[in-house]
């Protein structure tokens, strides 16, 4: 048999749970609700940032193409002054 007590403990059970998540039931509904209404948020600007952004590697490419050639050739130097003609009749 059901005691009245427990009637009472079950009431104030629920009715706290419905308290507590009705509001936020609501919220998350509203906030998918507003979120479906709209667009998603437009990209200011994407397009001329990466062309910025491809030209400096562009550029980026280049001077170290130049610093690589300038390496090349201090090497290139380098290996001819350190190895002198040996001078006649020796091996």
Not at 49 to 74: C, T
């Amino acid at each position: 048999m059901i005691q009245p007590g427990e009637v009472m403990v079950a009431a104030i059970v629920f009715g706290t749970m419905g308290t507590v998540l009705y509001p936020l039931a609501r919220a998350l509904a509203r906030r998918l609700e507003s979120g479906a209404q709209q667009a998603p948020p437009a990209l200011h600007g994407v397009e001329e940032r990466l062309d910025r952004i491809e030209r400096s590697v562009e550029s980026i490419a280049l001077e170290v193409e130049r610093v690589s050639e300038g390496q090349r050739f201090v090497t290139r130097l380098l290996a001819e002054k350190a190895s002198p003609p040996l001078p006649p009749g020796t091996r």
